[in-house]
């Protein structure tokens, strides 16, 4: 079952305590975009089968990296792409945006989504991982 646009902004915009719908529409856009560039193939459609279509559009056309990149670099990535953001900001952009993908998905797909991602991903989602 699809999220709809409105919940899933709802509660990006409730765990990011964004003022406006605007805010948390630009912090899942843009984390999203960046989250596409490090997924391919099944899981990357399946993880966009579960978003709402604009956010889904935008995870499988993303922003291309050259490379993958660590948690760290992702966060710093994020904060680049959104206007006025510092890496405190964007740390809370990414964990709001990630955690209400991880609702919007469902565990089993998200599992699979960090096996295609950089060490330490786990904890972006609000997922800790034992190594």
């Known amino acids: ?29 843009t984390v ?3 989250l596409g560039a490090h997924l391919v193939g099944e899981v990357r459609a399946e993880l ?13 056309n993303p922003l291309q990296t050259a490379e993958p990149l660590s948690p760290e670099r992702f966060v710093r990535a994020t ?3 959104i206007e ?17 993908t991880v609702d919007a998905a469902g565990e089993d797909i998200i599992r699979r989504v960090l096996l295609q991602l950089p ?8 997922h800790p ?3």
Do not use: K
């Open 84 to 100: 006025g953001a510092t890496e405190q900001t964007a740390t809370w952009d990414v964990g709001a945006v990630l955690s209400v």
């Open 79 to 81: 904060a680049a792409w």
């Open 1 to 29: 079952m699809t999220m709809r646009w409105e919940a899933f902004l709802d509660q990006v915009q409730e765990r990011g305590e964004y003022g406006t719908p605007q805010e948390a529409e630009r912090a899942a856009r």
């Open 119 to 126: 060490p330490g991903y786990d904890l972006l989602f609000g």
């Open 48 to 60: 966009a089968a579960r978003l709402p279509e604009t956010f889904a559009l935008i995870l499988l």
């Open 32 to 34: 999203l975009a960046l």
């Open 129 to 131: 991982q034992r190594t």
